[in-house]
């Protein structure tokens, strides 16, 4: 004799109630993250109104009013007043050190990457995507030349690669604008992955990577006109 397992009928699901004042709550989200990106722009652009500024010095002062001018950015980039990082990292609540090297990110934006610059003060780019272009740049050591022509490759994919996406394409677009320098690292990065710890370097592997031992290439030129 067989045995009949009744099924019992499946439950319907809950329906989703959506709170009616939801529509509202998101525009409201919405408004304050535009508002949050146009407000980092214009802080920004501040700085970079304050760098043009503070462009020059009293030549005349002395002793603790004394001050010179420094470069915060990479090659390519103005030099600014020595001190204006303290006031500027005074106001933003940060470290004289961190905002010296804001000071060189937006330096570095306008003068090496000035369509990154222009899609940042737009809201097209977050601040936070340019810097790490900016430091995987200026970690390559590369000149304004390189630089510019690298903002021409990338910044206009930018918005529609992922982080790691971008990240592997920029180092190739690191590696066409300056070959030498990426075969030597590759070499280096080679050399040191196989080297026992501890293990001392060549004379001809110090020079390598010192900045004396470096010498002087021609990357791509960038084809703004």
């Known amino acids: 004799m067989r045995a009949f397992i009744t099924i019992p009928p499946a439950e319907e699901p809950e329906p989703v109630v959506v709170p009616g004042h939801a529509h509202e709550l998101f525009a409201e989200l919405d408004d304050a993250n535009q508002a949050m990106i146009a407000a980092e722009a214009t802080k920004l652009e501040v700085i970079h109104r304050l760098c043009k500024a503070f462009s020059c010095v009293d030549d005349m002062a002395f002793g603790e009013a004394a001050e010179k001018l420094i470069r915060r950015g990479a090659d390519g980039t103005p030099q600014v007043a020595e001190y204006l990082s303290l006031e500027v990292s005074a106001l933003l609540g940060i470290s ?42 200026n970690g390559s050591n590369l000149c304004q030349d390189a630089a510019l022509w690298i903002d021409d490759q990338i910044t206009p994919q930018l918005n529609a690669l992922t982080r790691g996406r971008a990240l592997r394409l920029l180092r190739g677009y690191i590696a066409l604008a300056d070959p030498e320098e990426a075969r030597e690292r590759e070499e280096r990065a080679v050399r040191t992955a196989t080297s026992p710890c501890g293990a001392p370097r060549s004379r001809a592997d110090r020079a390598a990577t010192s900045p004396a031992g470096s010498t002087s290439r021609t990357p791509l030129r960038s084809t703004r006109p």
């Open 96 to 137: 004289p050190g961190a905002g010296a090297a804001l000071i060189g990110q937006v330096l570095d934006c306008v003068h090496r990457h000035p369509m990154m610059w222009e899609a940042v003060r737009a809201g097209e780019v977050r601040w936070y995507r340019a810097t790490e272009i900016i430091s995987e740049v």
